[in-house]
């Protein structure tokens, strides 16, 4: 049985990003997040409504690009420029070396010449497209972030239940594959996993090691929602590396949206920056399509699917974080921990998570309480919120808006 999407689904952003390009021209706009995200549907989607002429062009084709291919598109989108403007949209922008440097150049002779061009910038790997814009385009651009897709979402396109997000998680392309177990977990593995790794780590940025860097996301996704230690994760990858070299791998995989490491609250960012990480897949698909269970070989193990249902939560905080809204560490003291600390400017919010029946007393959470008084603390699941209710609202909800 294959998964139709119910009806054209458009994400959020497409609203915010419909908005800035009927604006006169301002500023460039960039929109990023992983593989997968819908960052090309949502721009085509949104280009349809526009009144004025819109030019895409895609970096991310066999042939090699150059900065050269970028001037060409961006003298032909000036040419179909009309009184109201036209709009340029270059997808897989970090594919091409020296890509913000010539973007810049552009852009500033078309403000210089008061051309109505606005220019849209697509890019897969979020970290190297903030490393461009940082270093050549201050004060130019302003960033649209395309996380993964959330349960809401995957439930309004697909019909999607509880279980089935839990163990399927949020990408749109593999949903349609689910009532083929083999084969949706093939397309993750395949067209998901090694495409991320090959082409928007190890293709882009230097990495001396790169089968340290498959076996580091491997076990990442194998500890999900555990602490470990850079000393014991090498131990565990038996390799003659470094935990300078560990931590920064997984930076890397965080920036193309795959896995990261949680740091501990600590009040104190030095102190935070020194921590064992606890490991977190950023879409539970990169965990289940890993582990070679089916859902219902999930469901019957407690264990793993206890695990499976924390990755959950923290994939719904870790991307939120990705967005902007807020900072997400772990907590613990000796035998005392929390699985989740969002700190959004002065506010802090501790949320617990529980697959089964959770106990009346949450002495982790009263301990950080104690320690650093947050505004709010949460229980997910058990006798707390309901696990498909903390989903189906955005974080915002739960550590701002909600009283």
């Keep these: 049985m294959k998964r139709k999407i119910k009806q054209p689904y458009e994400r959020p952003q497409g609203a915010a990003l419909a908005s800035r390009l009927e604006e006169p021209r301002r500023l460039i706009q960039v929109v990023a997040g992983p593989r997968q995200a819908g960052k090309s549907t949502l721009v085509q989607q949104v280009a349809e409504r526009l009144d004025i002429p819109v030019r895409y062009a895609d970096a991310d084709e066999p042939m090699l690009r150059g900065v050269g291919w970028i001037a060409q598109q961006w003298e032909a989108a000036r040419l179909s420029l009309d009184p109201a403007g036209a709009v340029l949209v270059l997808d897989e922008i970090q594919k091409i070396p020296g890509w913000s440097e010539t973007v810049k150049r552009l852009w500033d002779e078309d403000t210089r010449a008061r051309r109505p061009l606005r220019v849209v910038l697509l890019g897969s790997a979020p970290l190297l497209i903030t490393q461009g814009l940082t270093e050549s385009l201050a004060g130019r651009f302003e960033v649209i972030f395309l996380p993964h897709w959330s349960y809401a979402e995957m439930r309004a396109a697909f019909g999607w239940s509880l279980e089935e997000f839990v163990f399927y998680g949020g990408y749109p392309g593999a949903a349609p594959l689910i009532g083929e177990p083999g084969r949706w977990a093939r397309y993750v593995l395949d ?48 390799d003659a590396g470094n935990t300078t070299t560990l931590a920064h791998y997984l930076e890397l995989l965080a920036g193309a949206g795959m896995v990261c490491g949680l740091q501990k609250y600590a009040g104190d960012a030095a102190r935070s920056r020194g921590s064992s990480p606890k490991l977190q897949v950023l879409n539970t698909a990169l965990l289940t399509a890993m582990s070679g269970y089916t859902l219902a070989d999930a469901r019957a193990d407690h264990e793993f699917w206890g695990r499976l249902v924390e990755s959950t939560v923290g994939t719904h905080l870790a991307n939120a974080a990705m967005a902007g809204e807020g900072r997400l560490y772990y907590w613990r003291e000796g035998n005392h921990e929390v699985d989740f600390i969002v700190q959004a400017g002065r506010r802090l919010t501790a949320i617990e998570v529980k697959s089964g029946r959770a106990p009346v007393a949450h002495p982790g959470t009263a301990a950080f309480a104690q320690a650093f008084k947050p505004q709010r603390c949460l229980l997910v699941g058990g006798d707390g919120i309901a696990l498909e209710d903390f989903l189906s609202h955005p974080v915002q909800h739960w550590i701002v808006d909600a009283v």
Excluded: H, N
């Design 191 to 238: 067209s998901l996993i090694e495409t991320s790794i090959s082409r928007d780590v190890l293709l882009l940025t230097r990495v001396d090691k790169p089968a340290l860097l498959r076996r580091l996301f491997e076990l990442a996704c194998r500890y999900s929602g555990q602490v470990l230690s850079y000393t014991k994760m090498l131990g565990q990858l038996q």
